[in-house]
C-alpha cells in the first residue's frame, strides 16, 4: 500500500492539456452564467457550485471511458459537464423541464443521465459511495471491466457510511476510485473541525486499500492521479482512495454568508486558480497560441449560451403527470 | 419444488424454497446480508444454500447494514437482482436513509431513467422475549413510503412465493418477515406456482364482522375467527399481504359484507399501519359502518423482556376474541 | 426578553431567541449539531450564539449525524441538557436508530433508572424546490415512538417557547420545525413567558367544520378559514401542536362543536399523522360525525424539484378550501 | 501515536492478581450456571456468553474507579459482573424480576446499574459507543475526571457509526477508552471477511488517537493495557483504543449451531484459557495455595449459588405496571 500523505509529482504536459483547458472553462463559464440566472430567479432550490474545484472533475474524468460510471453530490454541475451530459440538458434541469437531464424532476442537486453512465446527484452526504461499490460489484460479478469513480467531499469522510463502504469495496476487490474532493471545508465547518485526522488519505488507507493525496488545483496532477486510480481499478486490484486539495472559490450555496473564512484566504486560494495556469502555461509552451485560447473560449460561450436558450425554449411537465415516475411499472410501454 | 412433504412444510423452509428457487431461476439474483452464508442466516432462513450457489451469490456481509443496503441498490441500477436480507426491521433503521432517500427516490428524481429492482428482506415483530431493541413492527413506516412496496406474507404459500414475485416487480420491494411464523408449520399448496403482490386475500370468508390483518397477527386472528365461530359469530379474515399500495377495494368489499371492522396490527398503535386502515374506511365506507372501526394492536411501550409483560402487550388471541364481541353486540 | 419589536419577529428570530433563552437559563444545557457555530445555522437560527456562548455551548459536529445524536443521548444520561440540532428530518433517519432504539428506549429498558433529558430540533417540510431528498414530513414517524415526546410549533409563540418546555421535560422531545416558517413574521405576545407541551390549542373557534393540522400547515389553514368565512362557512382551526401523545380531548371537544373534520397534514397521505387523527375520532367520536373525516395531505410523490410540480403536490390554500366546501355542502 | 500494532509486553504479576483471578472464576461459573438455566427455560430470550473472554473485563475493570463509567453490548454478563453489579441482581434480571438490575425489562441484553455507573447492555451492534461519547462529554464539559469504557467487538468496527464517535471522541479529546473485544467473528462472520484491514488497532488509530493491541487472553497484560488506556484517558489527552485479542469459547448465542469454525481452532483457543493459566502460575509463584483456589472457587459456587435462589424468589411486575417507565414524568415521585 502506498504511504498515504505521498502525493504524485507534478507531472509534465500532455497532448491531452487542451482538452482539460476545455473542460475546465466549460464548467466555469456554466457555473458563472448559473449565478446570473440564479439571480433572476430562473434557477431555484439549493445551488452548489463548483467554481475553484473544476481541475479535478476534468483531470480525474479525463482517465474514464465512456462505460465508465460516475457517482456525485449535489455540487455535480462539473462532474456532468465532464461526463460528457450536455450543457443544455443540465440547464434545462435546472429551469425544471422535461428537457432536463432528469425531466425537471431533480434539479440542481440531482442531474442523471443513464447513457453516459452519470449516476449523479445525492443530496445526502456520503449517500452516494454505497451505491458506486453497488454499481461495482454489478461489473465485477459480471465480469466487465469498467470501473466505478465516486466522488464526494472531505465532510462526507466523517459519516459513517463512508467508512462502511470503503471496507466492503476493499473486502470485495471492487472496480471504485474514490474521489474524496478535500476544499477544506464542509458548508461552514473546517476541515480541522470536522476530522481529529485531517490527512483523510490515512482514512482511506486504513480501510485497507492504495491510498494518496493529490494537488487538486493542478489540472495535470488531477489527470495524473486519475489515470493511476482507474488503472488500478480497472486492473482487478480493487479500490483505492484519492484525496484531491481544492478548494471552492465561491460560498457553499448561494445562501451562505461565508463567516466561517476570511476574504484574505479565499484570495490566496484564487492566486492559484486552475485555469489561468494552465492558459499561461500552453501559451508559454506554445502549444496552443492567443487565437486558440480566445477561440476556445468563444466556443465555450456559446456552448453555454445555446444551453440557456434551450432552457429557456423548454416545456414543462404537466400537472396531470406530478406522480408520474414513482412506479417502474408505469414505464413498461410509458417512454 | 419444494422437497419438504405439503404437510409439514415449516414457513422457514418455505422461505428457504423462496430463496434457492430465486437463485435457481434468476442468474442475475443474489442474497447479500449478515450471516447469510456460513452461519447459515441469523433465522436459518438461508442455510445450505451458500454450499449450493457459493459464496458470490449468498454473500456475507460485514455489520454495514446502510453499505450493503446502499450496495444492493446500487447493483441493481447495474443490472443485477439483488436480494438483501437485514436481520431485523430495527437494525433496517440504519439503512433506512438508503431505503428512502435512494431507492425510493431514484426512479423519480432521475425523471424515470432509475428502475432499482431490489428486494429487501427483513425480519420484524415481538413474542420472543427479545425486549425493547429487537421486536419492532416499522413494516408500517416502510408502507408510508411512495416509490417502495411492501408486502407482508402471513400464509405458508406467501411465505413460499413472494420474493419470486418481487423479484419480477421493476421497484423496490419490502418484504417483512414476522419471526414469530418461521417455525410455524402448514402445507403448502403443491399446485400454485406463484402469487402476485398486488392484491389483499380473505383466509376465511364470514357475514358478521371483518378481522384485517396481515403477516404474524394472521394466524391469531384465524384462530379467534374459531372461537368466534364457536359462540356464533360469523367472522371474515382479511389478509391485507401488500402493505402499500393498500388494497382499497377489499377493504371495501369486505365491509359491505360486514359493515364491523376490526383491524389487528401487531405494531405500536398511534401510527400503525393500523391507523391507515381506520382513515381508508372513514374515507371511504363510513356509511356502510354500523358501528365504529376497532384497532387490536401493541401496548405503546418499548418491548419488556419479562415474559408475562410481553405477551400483556401483545395483540392475543383472547384479546383479539374480547374486542369482536363488544364490538359485535354494540347496536349500530 | 426578545430583542425583535412584537410587530415584526419572524419565526427565525422567535427559535433563535428560544435558543437562546435556554442558554441563559439552563447553564446545563448546550447546542450542537452541523454548523450551528461558525456557519450561523443553515437555516439560521443559531446566527450569533457562539460569539455569545462560546464554543463549547455552540458545538459544531462534524458530519456524523448518528454518532452526535448518540452522544446526546449520552451527554443527557451525563446530567447535562444537550440541544441536538439536525439540519433536517431526512438527515435524521441517520439518527433515527440513537433515537428509536436508545432515547426512547433507555427508560424502559433500565427499569425507570435512565431518564434521557435531550431535545432534538430538525426541519421539516417542502416548499423551496429542494426536490426528493430534501422535503419531507417524517414527524409523523417519530410520533410512532412510545418513549418520544413530539411537537411541531405552527404559531410564533410556540416558535419562542416550545424549546424551553422543551429542556424542562424529563423525556427525551423532538421539536420539528417546517422550514417554510422560518422567514413568516407576527407579532409575539410580550405577556407569555412560556408555552405547555401537553394540549392542542384552538387558533380560531368556528362552528361549522374544524380543520385539524399543525407546524408549516397552519398559516395555510387559517388562511384558508379566512376565505370560507368570506363564503359564510365559520371554520373552527385546531392546532395539535403536540404530535405524541395527541390531545385526544381536545379532538373530541372540537368534533362535538362542529360535527364534521378536514385533518391538513403536509406528510404524505398513506401512514400520515393524519391518518391517526382520522383512526381517534373513528374510535372517540363516531357518533358526533355528520360525514366521514376528510385529509389533504400531499401527493404521494418524492418532492419534484420543478416549481409548478412541488406547489401541485402540497396542501394548497385552495385545494383546503375545496376541500371544505365539498364536505360541509354534503350531507349528514 | 503508539504504532497501532505494538502489543503490550505480557507483565509481571501484581498484587491484583488474586482479584483478577476471582472476577474471571466469578463471571465463568456464573454464566456455566446460566446455560443451566437457560435449558431449564427460566432464562428465556437472546442469551450471549462471555466465556474465554474474562481476562478482558476482569483486565479493563481492575483499572476504573467507581465512579468511572462502562457502556457495553448484549454480551456483558462479565463486563457488568466485573463493574460490581451484584450477582444476584443479574441473575434475577435474567429471570425477568422486579429484583433485576433493570426490574426485569431489559433481560440478559440490557443489563442496566447507574449507581454502579454501569450503562450497559446495548443490543444494537455498535449503538454503544455515540453514548459513551457522550457521557464523556457530560464529564468533559463538567471539568470531571472520571473515564468511560467502551467495549464492542471486532463485527461493531464495520459500523459506520463506530467511526463517527471515534472521529468525534477524538475531536473533542473526550475521556473515552475503546477497548474492542476482537474475538475474531462477529456471529458467524470471521474477522478477514468483516474487514479489508483486520489490524483492527490500525482504524482505531486512523481516527487520530493511540491505539495498540493486545492479548486479550493474558488477564494480566489487559490489566496492564487498561491502566495505561484509563490513565491516559484520565490524564485529558483524549480517548485512545485498544483492541484485546481473545476468544469465544461457547456459540455466539444460544441458537447458533457453529457451523463456521472447526472444533479444533475452539480447542486450540480453549488451551489458551486464561483461568486455569492465572491459577497455575499463581500456585507455582506461592502466590496462593491450593486451598485459597478452593476456598476462591467455593465462595464463587456460594455466590452463584445466592444469586440463582434470589433470583428465584423474585417477583414479578405486576401487569397493570406494563407501561411504566415510557415517560419519566411517571418517575416524578414514583421511585
Ligand atoms: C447527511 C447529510 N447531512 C447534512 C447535509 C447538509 N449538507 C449539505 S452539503 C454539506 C457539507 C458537505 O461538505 P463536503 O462533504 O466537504 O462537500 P462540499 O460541500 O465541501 O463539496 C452539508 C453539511 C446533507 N446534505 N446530508
Ligand atoms: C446493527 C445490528 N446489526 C446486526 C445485529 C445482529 N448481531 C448481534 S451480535 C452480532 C455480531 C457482533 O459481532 P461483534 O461485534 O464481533 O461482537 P461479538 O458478538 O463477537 O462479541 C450481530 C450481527 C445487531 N444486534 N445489530
Ligand atoms: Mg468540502
Ligand atoms: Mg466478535
Redesign the pocket.
Known sequence: MSTPTARAPAPGPTAEDPGLLRTMTLIRRFEERCVELYSAARIRGFM?LYIGEEAVAAGVSAALRPDDAVVS???EHGHALAKGVPARAVMAEMFGRVEGCSRGRGGSMHLFDVARRFYGGN???AGGLPIAVGLALADSMAGRDRVTVCF?????VA?GVCHESLNLAALWRLPVVFAC?N?R???GTALERSHAQTDLAVRGAASGMPAWACDGMDVRACAESGRRAVAHARSGAGPCFVELRTY?FRA?SMYDPELYRTKAEVEEWRRRDPLPALAADLLARGTLTADDVERLGADVEAEVDEAVAFAEAGTLEPVADLTRFVSARDLRGAR | MTAATPAGTTFREAFREGVRDALLRDPRAFVVGEDVGRYGGCFGVTRGLLEEFGPERVRDAPLSEAAFTGAGIGAALGGLHPIVEIMTVNFALLALDQLVNNAATLLHMSGGQLPVPLVVRMTTGAGRQLAAQHSHSFEGWFAHVPGLRVVAPGTIDDARWMLWAALQDPDPVVIAENGALYPMTAPLDASLDGVELDHAAVRRPGSDVSLVTYGGSLPKVLEAADVLAAEGVDAEVLDLRVLRPLDDAALLATVARTHRVVVVDEAWRSGSLAAEVCARLMEQAFYELDAPVVRVCSAEVPMPYAQHLEQAALPQVESIVRAVRELVTRRG
Open positions: 452548489h453530490t449535489y455540487r443530496a445526502i452526504v464526494f467531499g472531505d465532510g462526507a459519516e474532493e476544499n471545508y464542509a458548508m471552492r457553499h
